[in-house]
């Protein structure tokens, strides 16, 4: 178990330490083309006064690109409370709209000083920064690593990583993870599995969509909907015009709650029930192919008759809009309820 550590934005007072641990990282990692990730140009700085700078100027999108970088990123030492020592850095890129970090560079690099590895630091700069990311109000992190780098992944995987697939950089092959920044379900011992979750989606008839409404009200419509396994997304249909419309185009945050008809234990009363929230955005689809898609698979959830399909296909879509949830965080839980 790792002594209590916390992140601070690197200062003129930790510019000695700074310095040093420069010095580790180098004579340690001197074989490692990573070997300073997460710590910009720590390694080409003249001082750790100009490195200080340059952490001060990355943050602003109005300054990043004059210290080369068109992402802004802010900086922070991980510093052990006990005897306030700089055990490790770590960044926190504000966006990823940029080709090497929407691929494989992601939200956040770190690196732990030699001296102080395997003491459970990396986990914890992480789950740190997570709590920075989202007070910036970003909702789920990339983070990556190499496929070799069981250290890392297993910080990744302790903090809520979610792995999405594997790419190949430069002959080197990485590992892509999502870590959400939501709160994590306080009883996990009643959460389900990804698929579980899934499972419940695909077999539910409705459930009830919440967005924002008018005077900041929160309002829960009951919905229809299809969940596409291709894309995993949520899909529905509905009015073009009325409250739910006025309220998705003035705020795209929602959450969909479903829930099973649940299933009783022999010789039990109460119901065992398995639901599934998801929070996401959602967008109008304007697209008349997928429009008829949407339109058809909802249709066929319901009944095979075909003729009934073509009507409403025909006669009843056009007059609809389709919604469309692009998820962002899933959770699903079983509940007794006795």
Not at 2 to 31: G, H, K, N, S, V
Request: hydrophobic fraction near 35%; glycine fraction near 8%; include cysteine.
């Amino acid at each position: 178990m790792a002594d209590e550590i916390y992140l601070i934005e690197p200062t003129i007072e930790y510019a000695d330490q700074i310095w040093d641990f420069r010095a580790e990282i180098l004579e340690t990692d001197a074989d490692s083309e990573d070997r300073f990730a997460g710590c910009l140009s720590l390694d080409t700085a003249a001082s750790s006064e100009e490195w200080i700078r340059i952490c001060l100027l990355r943050k602003s999108t109005e300054t990043c690109e004059s210290v080369g970088t068109t992402v802004p990123s802010s900086m922070f030492l991980a510093i052990r409370r006990s005897d306030d020592r700089l055990v490790g850095i770590i960044d926190l890129r504000h966006h990823i709209d940029h080709p090497i970090l929407g691929t494989w560079g992601g939200h956040c690099g770190y690196s732990v000083r030699p001296s102080e590895r395997g003491r459970g630091y990396a986990r914890e700069m992480l789950r740190l920064n997570i709590l920075k990311a989202k007070e910036m109000g970003i909702e789920r992190m990339l983070v990556t690593c190499d496929e070799n780098n069981l250290g890392s992944e297993k910080a990744i995987l302790s903090n809520g990583g979610v792995f999405e697939k594997t790419i190949e950089v430069d002959g080197t092959t990485m590992k892509r993870y999502w870590i959400p920044t939501f709160r994590p379900m306080r009883r996990i011992k009643q959460q389900l599995t990804e698929e579980e979750c899934i499972e419940v989606l695909k077999n539910s008839k409705r459930g009830v969509l919440s967005i924002l409404g008018e005077l900041g009200y929160p309002y829960g419509i009951p919905m229809n909907h299809w969940y596409c396994e291709e894309d995993g997304h949520i899909y529905f249909h509905g009015a073009k015009e009325g409250h739910k419309i006025d309220s998705i185009q003035a705020c795209d945050k929602v959450s969909f709650c479903v829930m099973d008809d649940g299933f009783r234990k022999e010789g039990e009363w109460a119901l065992n029930i398995r639901s599934v929230v998801v929070r996401g955005r959602i967008a109008l689809v304007d697209d008349p192919e997928k429009t008829k898609r949407i339109g058809t698979a909802l249709v066929k959830k319901f009944t095979d008759d075909e003729e009934y399909l073509e009507h409403e296909v025909t006669h009843a879509l056009p007059r609809a809009q389709c919604l469309e949830i692009i998820p962002v965080y899933m959770t699903g839980k079983l509940v007794n309820e006795s």
